[in-house]
């Protein structure tokens, strides 16, 4: 079976995924208001971030995925029907290929986040999902949103210097600062997932 024997991340997986999710961004932005619209309803949010990663979490840890064995693809699949999302098997083996940054062939807890955070981008209606895990993903995807103001699907340091600074004037070397720890490929844009990876940092869980 293909999708039992995925291990490691497929360049031409990855390649169709980020074109998804770069597409799914780009639609979001023309057709959802958002719930955050500046970046001291960013820091509002934080609690509902907080406790929707953990409740994540908690689920990963429930399941006995610990952070050496990791969670492989027929978990994934298995904990996603679990939690009652609405999506194609083929759509869940591709965001474990995308969420697998690391190669390992299983997702960690952090990983296991990211996940979900996609699985609501690409398959907006999942009502049966746990309020508090898709509450969290949705105020990352509005958070993104905020900041992403050309709609390209990606953050520029222009983008966030400006959606910071625009409450409290705030230093722009510190915002570029930021904006560096978050550009993890040194790339000068900073993606989905490397966007909620320094959101999942500020609530303070290293996974």
């Known amino acids: 079976?293909?999708?039992?024997?995925?291990?490691?991340?497929?360049?031409?997986?990855?390649?169709?995924?980020?074109r998804s999710v770069r597409s799914a961004i780009q639609k979001r932005a023309k057709t959802e208001m958002g719930s955050i619209r500046?970046?001291?309803?960013?820091?509002?949010?934080l609690p509902v971030l907080t406790n929707g990663f953990n409740a994540a979490s908690s689920i990963f840890e429930e399941g006995g995925h610990g952070?050496?064995?990791?969670?492989?693809?027929t978990k994934l699949l298995a904990e996603t029907q679990?939690?009652?999302y609405k999506c194609s098997d083929t759509?869940?083996?591709?965001?474990?290929?995308?969420?697998?940054?690391?190669?390992?062939?299983?997702?960690?807890?952090?990983?296991f986040v990211l996940a979900q955070v996609y699985l609501i981008l690409l398959e907006p209606s999942q009502d049966l999902v746990p309020r508090e895990v898709s509450g969290a993903c949705i105020a990352v995807l509005d958070a993104f949103k905020y900041f992403d103001t050309s709609g390209?699907?990606?953050?520029?340091r222009d983008e966030l210097v400006k959606g910071f600074k625009s409450e409290d004037g705030g230093s722009p070397n510190l915002i570029v600062r930021r904006f560096e720890e978050m550009d993890l490929d040194h790339s000068?844009?900073?993606?989905?997932?490397?966007?909620f990876k320094a959101v999942y940092a500020w609530c303070g869980d290293e996974a």
């Open 91 to 111: 759509l869940v083996e591709k965001v474990f290929v995308f969420s697998d940054a690391d190669n390992r062939g299983v997702l960690s807890a952090k990983e």
């Open 152 to 156: 390209e699907g990606d953050l520029d």
């Open 1 to 18: 079976n293909s999708r039992t024997a995925v291990t490691t991340r497929s360049a031409l997986a990855n390649d169709e995924i980020e």
């Open 82 to 84: 679990k939690l009652g």
């Open 188 to 195: 000068g844009v900073v993606s989905l997932d490397e966007f």
């Open 67 to 73: 952070k050496e064995t990791g969670l492989d693809y």
């Open 38 to 45: 500046s970046a001291d309803a960013l820091l509002m949010k």
